[in-house]
């Protein structure tokens, strides 16, 4: 029996989850997130012959999260991150991507968390 009246809320210490998934792309295709107003885009580069690195910056109201040598081994942002506000409250993110297949093949599998306090 199902009760429709009850909503599941799920907690990470004291952050809300608002959403959750795992993705999967190709160095084709970029991962991009909306959250009302809110846009988020994942952008790939590198060969993997560096460490992973991740920057941030807006361009036309989209914050870009720059992933540069994400190739195999899985990399992220692990802690809770700040990024933007949602409905008066901090919005947060986390997220983990792991290469899939052949390096050249750039396919990935990206695991991503929204957070709030």
């Known amino acids: 029996m199902v009760n429709d009246d009850k909503k599941i809320v799920t907690y990470v210490g004291d952050y809300e989850v608002i959403d959750n998934k795992v993705v999967h792309v190709s160095n084709s295709n970029h991962l991009v997130i909306k959250v009302d107003s809110i846009k988020i885009k994942f952008e790939f580069s590198g060969d ?32 809770p991150l700040e990024i933007a506000r949602f409905q008066g409250k901090p ?18 599998e990206i695991t991503y968390t929204l957070y709030q306090k």
Do not use: H, M, Q
């Open 48 to 79: 993997g012959k560096n460490p992973p690195s991740t920057t941030f910056r807006v361009e036309e109201k989209t914050l870009i999260i720059s992933c540069v040598d994400y190739v195999y081994a899985g990399s992220g942002i692990v802690e």
């Open 91 to 108: 919005l947060y993110i986390c997220f983990y991507v792991k290469g899939l297949g052949r390096v050249d093949a750039g396919i990935r």
